[in-house]
């Protein structure tokens, strides 16, 4: 009988945790890339602590005034690894280390749908299947994809390292934050 509540206390409190969640949807504007979170469950924090909103919030992003042109070969490296070498890896990190990224607000996101695509169409299917592949936990039939964070100079806009990657729960479309494998 110990067994079977133990178990169920288990199961509940895992499945209380599964269900709150965020998910990040990049958009552009015309002031620049932003990121739209929205945060799912009555308890979830990560809105709150990241721009004080409870259900949703939008995050813009750093300006990378020297990526505006294919002369940016650092970016365009990365850009073209994204998929084949440069890859999410290991356990899901803790979300407090994004809301700080976020906070600190030197960042910037690559996805199928950014500016800074000078490797083929905007959100198209190269992009799209190069996004799909830095996500390993993303079966190749998936709509879904990931989203590449970098840190961004503020001193004279440029991208300084790959930060990490955010990762969509394959059922629940729910964001994980990832280390990476790259040395960029």
């Known amino acids: 009988m110990k067994v079977v509540l133990i ?14 969640g965020f998910t990040v949807s990049p958009v552009v504007r015309t002031s620049g890339q932003a990121i739209v ?7 979830e924090s990560f809105c709150l602590e990241t721009c004080n909103q409870l259900n949703t919030c939008e995050i813009q992003e750093s300006v990378c005034r020297n990526c505006a042109g294919t002369q ?5 490296r990365i850009f073209d690894s994204v998929g084949t070498s440069l890859i999410a890896i290991g356990e899901p990190r803790n979300n ?10 030197n960042f910037i996101t690559l996805s199928s749908q950014t500016i800074y695509n000078y490797s083929g169409v905007y959100d198209g299917n190269q992009a799209r299947a190069q996004f799909k592949y830095l996500c ?17 100079n503020e001193e004279n806009y440029s991208i300084k390292t790959v930060i990490g990657a955010l990762c969509p729960d394959e059922l629940s479309g729910q964001m994980s934050f990832y280390q990476t494998n790259s040395r960029w």
């Open 7 to 20: 178990t169920l206390s288990l199961l509940t409190s895992l499945s209380m945790n599964a269900s709150y």
């Open 37 to 43: 979170i929205n945060c799912e469950g009555k308890k």
């Open 72 to 76: 940016n070969l650092k970016l365009k």
């Open 96 to 105: 407090q280390e994004f809301i700080e990224i976020i906070k600190k607000g």
């Open 136 to 152: 390993p936990n993303l079966n190749e039939f998936s709509d879904q994809m990931g989203i590449l964070i970098l840190n961004s």
